[in-house]
């Protein structure tokens, strides 16, 4: 269920919303290299993740490519925006080709389309180890940050700075 149809249930007496993801908690610099209490702190907040980065490094980067090439920007960021918002098993056929003929004519739009889609199946895949999943995320901020796309190499950052998680007090 989607949060408009929770919070209409909540308004008629017919739901109560008992907890909402927390902000994650973030450092004020940037560490070289994050460690596994950081990465788990990344996992945790994932939707806070992909919401960042599709307002921060998707959509900008599509609406560069689109105003170099004078295109209409407001209306494929739209569409792009709805699309980009839902998992990709949910769109419809013609969403799908529309993201599709959008990252086959924007090269940097398909390369963050990329980078989404790993970040993604670093979390969502069966990792033989933490060390394991650790040395993949490393490397995946690495090579955010040699993209070449301004970003991406900030997004690195940000997932560089999140705090780890605290531990509830025992009471």
């Known amino acids: 269920m989607g949060w408009l149809h929770l919070k209409a249930l909540e ?10 993801a927390t902000v994650p ?5 940037a560490r070289p290299a ?3 209490d950081e990465l788990r702190a990344v996992i945790v907040n994932r939707m806070h993740v992909l919401r960042h980065y599709t307002y921060n490094v998707t959509l900008p980067v599509l609406r560069r490519e689109l105003e170099s090439l004078g295109e209409n920007a407001n209306s494929m960021l739209r569409a792009a925006r709805r699309a980009l ?3 990709p098993q949910m769109l419809d056929e013609r969403s799908r080709r529309r993201l599709a003929e959008l ?3 924007h090269p940097h739009f398909q390369t963050v389309l990329q980078f989404r889609n790993e970040l993604k199946a670093l979390w969502e895949g069966a990792h033989t180890s933490n060390e394991r999943l650790l040395a993949d995320f490393r490397e995946w901020c690495a090579r955010a940050e040699q993209s070449g796309i301004q970003g991406l190499a900030d997004f690195a950052a940000y ?5 780890a998680m605290r531990e509830p007090a025992l009471a």
């Open 25 to 29: 908690e973030l450092e004020q610099s």
């Open 34 to 36: 994050p460690e596994i």
């Open 85 to 87: 918002s839902r998992s």
């Open 159 to 163: 997932l560089k700075s999140f705090r």
């Open 103 to 105: 990252a086959e004519r």
């Open 11 to 20: 308004f008629f007496g017919l739901a109560k919303i008992r907890r909402v």
